[in-house]
Every structure is written in structure tokens, then in C-alpha cells.
């Protein structure tokens, strides 16, 4: 218990300091009239918020995706999107967290932004677990395997194969699961 105690006192401390942080990005961006910095400070200084609890830092991350879209960026629109989904599946619920992340995947696919896409399509694995959406996830956590064993691994692999393997076991298939 004090283990447990300890690291979510760490997690904790390391939120504050990327808090602090996406404060002093966010002002040097604004400063140099950089909106593409701004929006990424934004989203990091939402996610930062929400994490320690302020659930009003939702707007944050909702201004970072209306500034992204309104200035066509590509990537950072992509990134708005998943954090700001990842941010609502924790606070508003799985179908509301999987439909800005699918919106996401969708504006991104359009845009060619890959490597990104395969990790916001990673982590909607989580929402639609819990949604009951097994077949899918299992589905999606292949295409995410398959694409991420070609580049040797990576992050987004192991979430997939850890999405994969948690409806394995639950579905009693335990050698597909290990």
C-alpha cells in the first residue's frame, strides 16, 4: 500500500511539473505568436489539469482542437483530438472519448498522418473495451500489431497486444492470450 501510496504521490508531483511547464510554453508561445506552439501548450497543460483533478481544464483541450481545425494544422489536429478524447473517455465516458478519437483517426487518414493515426486507433482500444465492443477491438488491435511489427515495435504495439490479449483471457482463450 505505501508502494502504491508513493508512486501515485510521484505521478502526481510529475503532473504538477508538466503543469507548470505547459504555463510557461503556453506564455512564450503567445509571446512569439506562435499558434501552433500555443495549441500544443494548451493540450498539455489540459491534460496536466485533468489529471490532478480539474475537470474544467476540459476546455483547454477543446480550444486546442477548435484553434488546430480553424488553422489547418495536420498533426497537431490529430494530437487535439486524441488528447481531448482520451481526457473526456476518462471523465464523460467511453462513447464520448471514442467518437472525438475516431473523428481524429478519420481527419488524419485523410491527411496522411500515419504514425500518429495507428497510436490515437491504439489507444481507442480502451473505449471500446469498455463498450463491449470486443470483436472490434481485437480487429483493430491486429491492424495496429501487424502495422507496428513491421517497424520492429513500438508503444502503440504493446497497448494493442495488451487490448488483445485482456479479451483473450476474458473470452477463456488463454493460448491466443499469452
Known amino acids: 500500500a505505501y508502494a502504491q501510496m508513493a508512486r501515485r504521490h510521484t505521478l502526481a508531483e510529475r503532473w504538477k511539473e508538466a503543469l507548470s511547464w ?45 484553434t488546430s481545425l480553424d488553422l489547418g494544422f495536420g498533426l497537431e489536429t490529430v494530437r487535439a483530438h486524441e488528447n481531448l478524447g482520451m481526457s473526456v473517455w476518462l471523465t464523460e465516458g467511453p462513447a464520448q472519448g471514442l467518437e472525438l478519437q475516431q473523428a481524429g483517426i478519420d481527419f488524419g487518414e485523410r491527411r496522411g498522418v500515419t504514425s500518429l493515426v495507428m497510436l490515437a486507433k491504439a489507444h481507442t482500444l480502451w473505449p471500446m473495451f469498455d463498450l463491449g465492443h470486443w470483436d472490434a477491438v481485437v480487429d483493430r488491435a491486429d491492424e495496429v500489431i501487424a502495422w507496428y511489427r513491421k517497424l520492429g515495435g513500438s508503444y502503440s504495439g504493446v497497448i494493442a497486444l495488451t487490448a488483445k490479449a485482456q479479451v483473450c483471457l476474458l473470452r477463456g482463450q488463454l493460448d491466443e492470450a499469452s
Open 22 to 66: 505547459s504555463e510557461r510554453a503556453l506564455a512564450l508561445a503567445e509571446r512569439l505568436d506562435n499558434e501552433e506552439a500555443s495549441s500544443l501548450a494548451l493540450q498539455y497543460r489540459g491534460q496536466a489539469s485533468v489529471a490532478l483533478g480539474d475537470l474544467l481544464s476540459l476546455d483547454d483541450l477543446r480550444e486546442a482542437l477548435r
